[in-house]
C-alpha cells in the first residue's frame, strides 16, 4: 500500500508565505515524478508545480517566481514554498507522485488527500 500524506495548509493573509510538505511511503520501489495540483471551487484541478526524480522543475505561469518546489529523494517528501501569496491561490492544494510499487512494474500515479490553502485580502 502507498500513501501520501500533505501538511503545513492554512489560512494566511495576502503577501503572506506558507510552506506545504508532503511524504510518501509504504512499499514504494521508485519515485518519478512528485508535485502539486491545486483546485478552486468551481474549477478544474490544475497543475501548480513539479519536480523530476533529478531535480527539474516546472511552474505554472500563475505561480512563477512566488512559488518553489523541491524534494528529498531519501525522504521521499516533496515540498511548496508558497510566497506573496494571493486570494486567487485559495484552493486545496494535492500532492502527487508518479511511482513504482514493489509489487508492479509500471509507473502509476498516487495523490494525497488534498490540504486547504486559504489567502485573506
Known amino acids: 500500500q502507498v500513501q501520501l500524506v500533505e501538511s503545513g495548509g492554512g489560512l494566511v493573509q495576502a503577501g503572506g508565505s506558507l510552506t506545504l510538505s508532503c511524504a510518501a511511503s509504504?512499499?514504494?520501489?521508485?519515485?518519478?515524478?512528485m508535485g502539486w495540483y491545486r483546485q478552486a471551487p468551481g474549477t478544474q484541478r490544475e497543475l501548480v508545480a513539479d519536480?523530476?526524480?533529478?531535480?527539474?522543475?516546472n511552474y505554472a505561469d500563475s505561480v512563477k517566481g512566488r512559488f518553489t518546489i523541491s524534494r528529498d529523494n531519501a525522504k521521499k517528501m516533496v515540498y511548496l514554498q508558497m510566497k506573496s501569496l494571493k486570494p486567487e491561490d485559495t484552493a486545496v492544494y494535492y500532492c502527487y507522485a508518479d511511482l513504482r510499487t514493489t509489487w508492479a512494474a509500471r509507473v502509476s500515479s498516487y495523490w494525497g488527500q488534498g490540504t486547504q490553502v486559504t489567502v485573506s485580502s
Open positions: 519536480i523530476t526524480s533529478g531535480g527539474n522543475s
Open positions: 509504504g512499499m514504494i520501489s521508485s519515485i518519478n515524478s
